[in-house]
């Protein structure tokens, strides 16, 4: 939910309208249970769930309405609820704050809306909530909830202690799991929250990256890049991209001649190399080994297509149980593969072509195309285009993000290296998402500079940048 608000912002739709909307659903379902001229309660925490009802305060104008703050005005923790409590004041709309719960007075209302917390309760109700919520309990009064009752774990609808028995429920956007157990009414009201803040990668799912301060070395992925042969750069480009996305290690198993040129590219990269000039199943053995001691493997950037390269994929997959994003001439093994491993396929259109996968110019019909094709296949496809396709046969996500300056050779082998790296850390269809957006985003940045000129070499110097969330800032 957090991602999609910061989608949402990021397309024009603030929270604090959100908040509007949901404050005018909370007052639409008010009057459905009190005759104008009746008598309300609204008991607001500090938090959002508590701007809410401050909201509906102003909307329920037929209604005598008294607004109970739990707590000091000056400790609202948010800015958007503390704007609307500053409304609530300047319009002369009735309200009090409960300070001491012990003097907590509900009145005699017809209804009560409960709006003391919502999705951010943390354990069992503090004071004054505790008391407020008995009160409300014990209140002939028809009790409303925002969103979800005080005390209740959206998630599970477990309680920790005292919680509000509400009536009814009046909860945003999506049902919530926890409601379905509880013996209320549930109301779900549109706020406005746009289709595409969840259909369209967007900075909220970088927030999915943030850190714990006590990471460890390791915890953020060990990358292995299998490629090379006749290509010699792909392979340095996807685990310098690997690395530049965040993975704590990466490494590169390619022909031996590659080996030397790779690490003339990077200090940063561990190179084995192996001998002849192309990847042969009889290399399979030695990199099934090197590859149980990583997190994910990236199989394609610089392979060639070869038969006995694309031989040792296959092998090489069947024997697998890992993760692995598969990209370039690697692909075309996928469709018939028997492997336990997870996939992540990042075909351009040409390439899901070739993997018997369906195109088309309009981006929402090869939504649906890829949706199915991932299906089909069991596994994550990445496609890229104008418009990345994402999906993992059961959710669909797009990328907006990128620039016709990325038809550059090499920046297919950064977003490579960059879903490896994103897979060691994120479920596959988020990771995938992820390194599109942030590849992309690197891309317009590097466009900025070079236009046209740019080369993949650019985007990796980026990319940190793209995967960067502005609300870190
Ligand atoms: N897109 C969204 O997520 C939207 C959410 N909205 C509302 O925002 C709510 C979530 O807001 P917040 O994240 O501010 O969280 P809440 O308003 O649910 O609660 C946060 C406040 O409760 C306190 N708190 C936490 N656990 C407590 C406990 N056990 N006892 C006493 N106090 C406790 C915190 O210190 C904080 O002040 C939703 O439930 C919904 O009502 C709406 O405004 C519209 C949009
Ligand atoms: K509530």
Redesign the pocket.
Known sequence: ?AA??VNAESLGVP?KQ??ES?GNAVARVCRDLAEPGGSVAIVA????????ALVAARFLTEYDVTVHLLGRPETI??DIARENWDALVACDIPHRTVIDSTAFDLGDPDVVVDAM??????????EP?ATAARAINDSSATVLA???PSGVDADTGETAGVAVDADHVVT??DDKPGLDALDAAVTVAD?G?PAAAESFTGPGDLLALRRHAQSHKGDHGDVLVVGGGPYTGAPALAAQAALRAGADLARVACPDHVAREVQGYSENLIVSGFDGDHLEPGHVSDLLELAAERDVVVFGPGLGDADDSLEAVREFLESYDGTAVVDADALQVVPDVDTEATLICTPHQGELVKMGGQTDTDWETRRELVGEFAAELGHTLLVKGAYDVISDGDEVRVNRTGNPGMTVGGTGDVLAGATGALACVLPPLDAAAVAAYANGRAGDVAAGEFGNGLVATDLLERLPAGLRSEIDD
């Open positions: 939910m999609v608000d929270r959100l908040m949901s925490g500090r938090g959002n769930n508590g701007g809410d923790s948010t917390l919502g999705t951010g309760v943390t354990g069992a109700l503090r909530e925002v969103d979800v945003f956007h706020i929250i």
